[in-house]
Structures are given as structure tokens and as C-alpha cells.
């Protein structure tokens, strides 16, 4: 993914391929979540903050979202740990 693309187009593509979605199919749109604005703000294309070290997480659509003051974003799938732990023992 370029970081040319605005910080919030590249967490909507990221978390569509995590999904295996369209990107315009994902309900609710991001800037209903989150200030995609800022997010374009805080790390802005190219992937250049200066010497501040920032980082932002957020949950969208039950996937944990992260994105580091170099303007790599990651996503997790949503985990299932807590449906594990509510499991009977065997």
C-alpha cells in the first residue's frame, strides 16, 4: 500500500483486505468511527511526522487497528479469546 494514499484511505484498504471485502462495502464508513481528518493529520502522506514518536490505536468493525509514527498500518482480526475462554471444559 502507498504511502502516498491519505492515512485514512489506507486503513479503510487495510481493513477490507483483512475482511476480504470491498473497500465501499465496509458499514460503518471509518469517519463515522474515527476522525479521519486528524488520522490524515497526525500522519500525513509520505509517512513524515518530524522527530515526534506517535502512535494511535482504535478498534473498526471488531478489528484492532494500529498505525506507528512512520505511518505503517496494521490490522488484527477482532480475537476470539474471551468465546475460548467461555467454552465447557472437556
Known amino acids: ?3 502516498t494514499m491519505p492515512t485514512s484511505m489506507r486503513v479503510v484498504q487495510a481493513v477490507a483486505a483483512q475482511e476480504d471485502v470491498d473497500p ?3 458499514r460503518p ?3 463515522a468511527v474515527v476522525d479521519a481528518d486528524a488520522l490524515d ?3 500525513p502522506s509520505g509517512g513524515a ?3 515526534l514518536v ?3 490505536e482504535f ?3 471488531g478489528n484492532q487497528v494500529s498505525i506507528d509514527s512512520r505511518g505503517n498500518v496494521d ?3 477482532a480475537s476470539t479469546e474471551s468465546e475460548a475462554s467461555t467454552a465447557p471444559d472437556r
Open 1 to 3: 500500500m502507498s504511502k
Open 24 to 26: 465501499a462495502e465496509l
Open 29 to 31: 464508513p471509518l469517519h
Open 41 to 43: 493529520e497526525l500522519f
Open 49 to 51: 511526522t518530524g522527530d
Open 54 to 56: 506517535r502512535s494511535v
Open 59 to 61: 478498534t473498526y468493525r
Open 75 to 77: 490490522v488484527l482480526a
